[in-house]
Nanobody, 116 residues
Framework: QVRLVESGGGLVQAGGSLRLSCVAS?????MGWYRRPPGKQRELVAQ???????NYADSAKGRFTISRDNAKNTVYLQLNSLTPEDTAVYYC?????????????WGQGTQVTVSS
């Protein structure tokens, strides 16, 4: 059982930045970030493989950067140029395969609130 612990959420003004971190209890291939905006379904933000291959949602391209430190089993999400539409609970997720599914490993979520 892989345990994921997120940190770094909070309240920020529009245009500001935040950095989310997620530590996994074991080394795992694919790590990523999803988010659930208020009243909406959970959606992919970005994911990264152990080798560093990345995949971003269109809404994240150019503003958010995912990275990882394999030695620390940690994935990061740098959030820049935040807008109120980025307000959501952000979830860290991980999978041994190349695709993260609902049956894989998920963190408890961290709230990001962007004020206008």
């Amino acid at each position: 059982q892989v345990r994921l612990v997120e940190s770094g959420g909070g309240l920020v003004q529009a245009g500001g930045s935040l950095r989310l971190s997620c530590v996994a209890s074991f080394s795992i291939n694919t790590m990523g970030w999803y988010r659930r905006p208020p009243g909406k379904q959970r959606e992919l933000v970005a994911q990264i493989s152990r080798r560093g291959s990345t995949n971003y949602a269109d809404s994240a391209k150019g503003r958010f950067t995912i990275s990882r430190d394999n030695a620390k089993n940690t994935v990061y999400l740098q959030l820049n140029s935040l807008t109120p539409e980025d307000t959501a609970v952000y979830y860290c997720a991980a999978a041994y395969g190349t695709v993260i599914s609902v049956t894989d490993y998920w963190g408890q979520g961290t709230q990001v609130t962007v004020s206008s």
